[in-house]
């Protein structure tokens, strides 16, 4: 009688050990994703002007203190880099892994951040059970390494002589209400007057706009924006082929806004996919992004 030989389990733990490396390299792996735009608002000064933008980092690191993510930034060398919320996640413990990227970075490169919806239930959380620890000392820590929080704020940007405006705008949380029409309440969707409210009329010259949450791109252009840079999205966690991210983190299949650039007229806006996990840990043809941004002006 033969005996059988072990092809069969040798190539079941081949299967296995590849669906392990192919799960690593999808949720450990960073990718960075290039863009050059061409703005028709846009300063001569700030022609070829680059931004390095990341977002939703929620603990995640690549490299020890995140060094692997700060050397592709150096590498790009940036004007500027950007952080779109979610830098740390709503139980204010994983704070660190930002932290270090910012010892990691120094003092090189100007740093904006807006606030998530994350930020905004950590430091909830903190008021009401009046703890000493947590996210006051996170973003204490966050502003004494020099990054500018934008929190309903607006800097000027000057390059060669000219200006440009860069405006972090903080929603409410309410306004992380679905939009789809069967769930949707009016009164929890962020209207243009809010906008306003909030930060003031657009006026005059090229408004970059960092917000955490992409979906009501419509009225970020509505109230005068050029460019826009948002995350929240996560790429939508699983990215099926032709169609898109799967799931927004309000559980609403295959969302408008999931990753990548979007445009309405002159207007343009570009999804981070995040750096880390929220809610859902995993991601499937959806690596963690860093993203980086070339501008170019429009005769």
């Not at 800097?155 to 860069?166: C, F, P, W």
């Not at 419509?218 to 790429?235: I, N, Q, R, S, T």
Request: charge should be negative; include cysteine.
């Amino acid at each position: 009688m033969k005996k059988k030989k072990p092809f069969g389990c040798l190539y079941v733990l081949f299967g296995l050990l590849f669906l392990a490396l192919f799960w690593y390299w999808q949720n450990y792996s960073l990718q960075t994703v290039r863009y050059t735009l061409s703005c028709k608002d846009l300063p001569p000064g700030f022609d070829g002007y680059r931004i390095a933008h990341v977002s939703d980092m929620h603990g995640m690191e690549f490299g020890y203190k995140n060094s692997t993510l700060v050397r592709r930034i150096q590498e790009f060398d940036p004007d500027i880099v950007v952080c779109t919320g979610d830098m740390i996640s709503s139980h204010a413990r994983d704070g660190q892994a930002f932290l270090n990227f910012l010892e990691c970075l120094g003092d090189r490169y100007p740093i904006y951040m807006c606030l998530g919806n994350h930020e905004q239930i950590a430091e909830w959380t903190e008021l009401e059970s009046k703890s000493d620890y947590g996210y006051d000392a996170f973003i204490r820590q966050v502003r004494e390494y020099g990054v500018h929080i934008l929190d309903n704020q607006t800097i000027n940007l000057e390059k060669a002589g000219d200006q440009i405006r860069i405006i972090g705008l903080t929603l409410e949380l309410y306004h992380y209400s679905r939009r789809d029409g069967e769930y949707a309440d009016d009164d929890l969707l962020l209207k243009t007057s809010y906008i306003e409210k909030a930060i003031g009329p657009a006026g005059n010259g090229f408004n970059l706009l960092l917000v955490h949450n992409p979906s009501y791109f419509k009225e970020y252009v509505a109230w005068g924006a050029d460019l826009v840079l948002a995350g929240h999205m996560h790429g939508g966690v699983i990215r099926v082929p032709f169609k898109g991210g799967l799931l927004s983190p309000e559980h609403v299949f295959f969302p408008e806004y999931d990753a990548g650039l979007f445009e309405d007229g002159n207007s343009k806006m570009i999804v981070n996919r995040g750096l880390g996990n929220s809610v859902i840990q995993i991601r499937l043809f959806n690596r963690p992004e860093l993203t980086e941004i070339t501008l170019k002006a429009e005769p």
